[in-house]
């Protein structure tokens, strides 16, 4: 701020220039692009695909991309996918997360530590590549262990030595939601549980799930909503860059 406004003191800066460079959001008059979020939180405004036209989403991503900011949009269907690829085919899409990413800065050599991706069945995997597409696309190191489930419990206590050097772990499970309170139980990091609307009849499109979650008795659960896997990665990355030394 003071550089821009020394600019503007020894005229080599307009008046208007000036205000364009230290607006916090742009106004696209359907919606308002917080282009400051990144100084304050660490990472650019994610776009949520679901419900926006793809003009909308064209245009807020390209509003996000002029200011040489990462992409990541989340909730798109393949359809809306192509037609976004065909304006901007330098994006990536990743068909089972249903996500669109772009990574326009370059990242510095990552660190030795990783976030651990759980989840309990194949059924639950879109919700788990959405976290786990996520993560990285943030900028940590992501472990996947899928088809861990309850149901046969010896194929998680397999993997059990790599899932406790994680520095956080995201368990996706649907049907009674069980998966985990039984890694809570066996690692010393903070797990992220998110519920899947995976299941029969009394799953309750994932409430069961969600409730059998937040009366886990095992220490050290947070649970984010049903089938929010973006949510879980995202809170998964704060943890990690803290335990990485990534605060800035």
């Known amino acids: 701020m003071e550089e821009i406004l020394k600019k503007v003191q020894n005229g080599t800066l307009s008046i208007e220039d000036a205000k364009k460079k230290l607006a916090t959001y742009e106004d696209l008059g359907f919606a308002k692009v917080d282009h400051h979020r990144k100084q304050r939180q660490g990472f650019p405004e994610v776009i949520y695909g679901e419900g926006k036209t793809v003009e909308q989403i064209i245009a807020i991503l390209q509003a996000i991309k002029a200011k040489q900011n990462d992409i990541l949009i989340t909730r798109i269907s393949p359809d809306k996918a192509d037609k976004i690829l065909e304006v901007h085919p330098e994006l990536t899409y990743h068909d089972m997360a249903q996500i669109l990413s772009l990574k326009v800065e370059e990242k510095r050599e990552k660190k030795e530590g990783y976030i651990a991706i759980l989840c309990a069945g194949t059924s639950d995997l879109r919700i788990a590549e959405e976290a786990a597409v996520t993560a990285e696309a943030l900028g940590s190191n992501v472990r996947r262990f899928y088809d861990v489930g309850v149901a046969g419990i010896h194929r998680l206590l397999d993997q059990a030595p790599a899932i406790q050097d994680a520095t956080v772990s995201v368990v996706i499970a649907g049907m009674e939601g069980a998966l985990p309170s039984v890694v809570g ?9 998110v519920p899947t ?3 029969y009849g009394a799953n309750f499109q994932g409430l069961s799930a969600l409730l059998t979650m937040l009366n886990s008795c095992a220490s050290g659960i947070s649970v984010v909503n049903i089938d929010n896997g973006f949510g879980g990665a995202y809170n998964a990355v704060l943890i990690d860059r803290l335990a990485q030394g990534k605060e800035e």
Do not use: E, Q
């Open 185 to 193: 139980g066996l690692v010393s990091h903070p797990v992220i549980a």
């Open 197 to 199: 609307s995976v299941g």
